[in-house]
């Protein structure tokens, strides 16, 4: 009863506190400067963007003029844009499946308990402190095709006859940037795998050892359902990130060898930067955030489906 | 390489009954032995080709471990490229990127973990919405407002931009440690007559050190990492970040790798010490607490 009293006492000092608060605007005022940052940082150069993207903008020269949707018609048949397109749709899906199947493994491993897990889990996050840019050098050095340490290795094992020049031949330019992003992002999605698998109580798997589970069925039956929502919001970043990836392309590449890596994102920045077109550049940019957007809302979608199962 | 040593030991001094590792405990060890090489070998190879001569660099057979060693890579970049005008451009802006966030995403976590918001997850959801903006999608206009503003080569555009692509980690993070500090706290302090900033600076704040440590560490890689922005909004040396400096390293003839694996030692070193200083306070405040020892 005495409890209940000094809350109710409380309660009331509360409500007169707020009465009389010196704070008449409220709290509101408090959030004032981050949302002021954020929106006219993000926000209002979205919409911006998206009013240039209906203008024939360039800085080379003063023209500047309404022209409806030429620019979106000019995208649809402008073939370096498909070329991007479809090496972008190509990067997203592979880095997105290896990084989380690789991910998904990794997170298994270092639920077990083993001396010096936290040594391993440490050294994982040295490829994610290290900037992007460090990386693609990095990269650069390491599959660099004449003296480069992977073709070396790759040669000393057998399974390469001659060195390979890796992000110099249209083949293979590709596949070594999504080993690159494979490198420096699995880390990152296996620990926020490791996060969602440690929130699976232990009674139920020892429940289904109990039952005579065996490992594999533990994992398929018991962890891997409980772990879906997790494994699709950290695919969902992981998505979202890969389709808008720049850095590691502009340095290793800048788009080549012939165009073979150039993504929407590189493209976007040439337009805007190398040609000063504005206008086309907004265009381009603008189908990339819808495009996000819309990942984003199926994803969303598909999560929220997946949890009312989990959840039932 | 530590890893290396606890399976030796594993195997060396079994427990009280003599048991020979599992078949599935050796499978662990020598995957998390995997796991080690593959995320520190690429850049302890970095390192590695930082100290060794041009003249090893481009022989037929690289070495592993260097011999011999020099320091003439990072001689030329200090020298010759005046490295340094980079690290100073990037230190100012990141540290006062960092400082900005902190103030204003902590304030903003503090009313909206603790003060009456009508509406805060609404808030919280078009902060979240906003985090996962593409980049490139406002480049192209900011650069147009800031060539109107005159800002372009100036740290004042980085640092803005940076801030507002910092505050929404700063604020999810923080709201969600703030949460956890009990309530009682805040009302203690109302009783006895204190504003809501006084309470935050005095008590909620000084009682979320570590969070705001973490937070501001998390700020603080993503602003000295930043690439695309620093490339579009400055052209001079005199304004360029690290990640442009080392993208703008190439020789006339060659590639200078010793050069740039150097430059990467000097900026990324530091910041691998602090991670692995840090290591559990990241771990949890990137995956919000959820990873335990």
């Known amino acids: 009863m005495a409890v209940a009293e000094v809350q109710n006492h409380e309660t009331t000092l509360k409500r007169k506190k707020i009465r009389f608060s010196p704070w008449r605007p409220g709290p509101f005022v408090l959030l004032v400067p981050a949302l002021a940052s954020i929106g006219a940082i993000s926000v209002y150069p979205v919409l911006l963007g998206l009013w240039l993207s209906f203008r024939d903008t360039t800085l080379a020269s003063p023209t500047d003029t309404f022209i409806g949707l030429d620019n979106y018609r000019q995208i649809v048949s402008d073939g370096q844009f498909w070329n991007a397109w479809v090496h972008t749709i190509q990067f997203t899906t592979a880095s997105t499946l290896l990084e989380t199947l690789f991910g998904l493994m990794i997170a298994l491993v270092l639920s077990e308990r083993f001396r010096g897990r936290g040594i391993v889990r440490a050294a994982m996050l040295v490829p994610w402190a290290i900037p992007t840019v460090v990386t693609s050098k990095m990269f650069g050095w390491l599959f660099d095709g004449q003296n480069g340490i992977v073709n070396y290795l790759l040669r000393s094992v057998g399974l390469l006859q001659h060195s390979v020049n890796w992000y110099g031949s249209p083949d293979f330019a590709l596949a070594t940037i999504v080993i690159a992003d494979v490198w420096k992002t699995t880390p990152f999605i296996a620990l926020l795998l490791l996060a969602g698998l440690q929130t699976i109580p232990d009674s139920l798997a020892e429940a289904s050892v109990i039952d005579g589970a065996n490992a594999w069925q533990r994992f398929w039956y018991v962890r891997l359902p409980l772990l879906t929502p997790t494994l699709l919001i950290a695919s969902m970043f992981r998505a979202l990130d890969a389709f808008r990836i720049f850095d590691l392309v502009y340095v290793l590449t800048g788009g080549g060898p012939a165009d073979a890596t150039e993504v929407l994102s590189t493209f976007t920045y040439k337009n805007l930067f190398s040609a000063l077109q504005v206008g086309y550049g907004s265009t381009l940019s603008t189908i990339m955030f819808i495009t996000e957007m819309v990942i984003a809302m199926i994803f969303g979608v598909f999560l929220l489906r997946k949890m009312r199962e989990v959840g039932q | ?293």
């Open chain 2, 1 to 293: 390489m530590s890893n290396a040593s606890n399976v030796r030991h594993f195997q060396q001094r079994p427990p009280l009954v003599f048991t020979f590792p599992s078949w599935d405990r050796v499978l662990i060890y020598l995957c998390a032995l995997f796991i080690v090489c593959w995320s520190v070998g690429p850049f302890l190879w970095q390192m590695s080709t930082s100290i060794q001569p041009d003249r090893e660099l481009m022989s037929a057979t690289p070495h592993i471990f260097p011999y011999p060693i020099t320091f003439e890579h990072f001689v030329n970049i200090f020298s010759g490229k005046s490295f340094h005008r980079y690290i100073i451009n990037s230190t100012i802006v990141t540290i006062t990127t960092t400082f900005l966030c902190l103030l204003f995403g902590s304030i903003a976590a503090y009313a909206l973990a603790r003060l009456d918001i009508r509406g805060r997850f609404a808030f919280l959801g078009f902060i979240l919405g906003v985090s996962m903006f593409p980049q490139i999608a406002i480049v192209g206009p900011l650069y147009v407002l800031g060539s109107n503003f005159g800002w372009l080569d100036t740290y004042r555009v980085l640092i803005v931009i940076y801030l507002a692509l910092g505050l929404p980690l700063v604020t999810w993070v923080l709201f969600g440690y703030f949460r956890s500090i009990p309530k009682t706290i805040d009302e203690a302090a109302r009783i006895d007559g204190a504003r809501p900033l006084t309470i935050f600076f005095r008590i909620i704040l000084p009682m979320s050190l570590p969070a705001v440590v973490t937070t501001g560490l998390l700020c603080f890689i993503a602003a000295w990492n930043e690439f695309m922005f620093a490339l579009a909004f400055t052209s001079d040396v005199n304004h360029q970040t690290v990640p442009v400096g080392i993208a703008n390293f190439t020789g006339l003839h060659y590639v200078p790798w010793g050069d740039i694996a150097a430059a990467s030692v000097v900026v990324t070193l530091p910041l691998v010490i602090m991670v692995l200083i840090f290591q559990q306070h990241i771990i949890s405040g990137l995956t919000g607490g959820a990873v335990k020892e």
